[in-house]
């Protein structure tokens, strides 16, 4: 159980392009999902966390009209990356928690996003 | 911000050998968990611990809630070579608020040389 999926897993877009990264929560609905943004070899940062029907709450420094979070659905939320730069360039992962066990996040497997 | 500081930073040992890691904050948590992340992979949860003292294992992975609830250790015995990967304490900030995100530690890269 508590299975988390992302697509796509990698991408490669032009300078001035945006993407749109999916990540649903399979066999769970997910009251919460987070996304992360991981740099190599460092640790996971918190982008924003998105409660389904709300606006999404971003960390601070994140850009919020560069970092559009759609969460549609509880099982449903998108992250799209409007006008990518090269400096855009990392992995990014999602995370969802249920209700019940709401400290507990589950990962997708995360996507590698490239801007050239 | 609050953080969590993990030792070591990275270990390097022979397959077989038991591993011992730690996390440590200065405030205390409710919480700790503990996370595995493999190349090009999300994290996985390990192990989650929600009350001081308790000690939880995994197979052949225990981990144990500090007494003073400032701190964790995760011990991996036996070690085999799927074992690597980057391991995460992580837990709630003291501003978790309602959103119950989570803090995470800057990871413990383990090598098992078979």
């Known amino acids: 159980g508590a299975v988390v999926s992302q697509h796509p897993s990698r991408v490669i877009c032009k300078s001035g392009t945006s993407v749109k990264i999916e990540c649903r929560s399979l066999d769970f609905q997910a009251t919460t999902m987070f996304w992360y943004r991981q740099f190599p070899k460092k640790s996971l940062m918190l982008m924003a966390t998105?409660?389904?029907?709300?606006?999404?709450?971003?960390e601070q420094g994140v850009e919020k009209d560069k970092f559009l979070i759609n969460h549609a659905s509880l099982t449903l939320s998108t992250l799209t990356v409007t006008s990518a730069h090269p400096e855009d360039s990392s992995f990014y992962i999602c995370?969802?928690?249920?209700?019940?066990?709401?400290?507990?996040?589950?990962f997708g497997p995360g996507t590698r996003l490239t801007v050239t | 911000g609050q953080q969590l500081n993990q030792s070591p930073q990275s270990m390097f040992i022979q397959e077989g050998e038991d591993v011992s890691m730690n996390c440590t904050s200065s405030?205390?948590?409710?919480?700790w968990l503990w996370y595995k992340q493999e190349p090009g992979e999300g994290p996985v949860l390990l192990i989650a611990l929600y009350k001081a003292g308790e000690l939880t294992s995994n197979g052949r992975l225990t981990a144990q809630f500090g007494i003073t609830r400032k701190d964790s250790f995760l011990n991996i015995s036996a070690s085999i070579p799927s074992d690597v990967g980057i391991y995460f304490c992580a837990g709630p900030p003291s501003s978790g608020g309602s959103n119950y995100k989570l803090t995470f530690g800057k990871g413990t890269l383990l090598t098992v040389n078979p």
């Open positions: 995370s969802a928690s249920t209700l019940k066990q709401s400290y507990e996040q589950y």
């Open positions: 998105s409660n389904e029907g709300s606006k999404a709450t971003y």
């Open positions: 405030s205390i948590f409710n919480t």
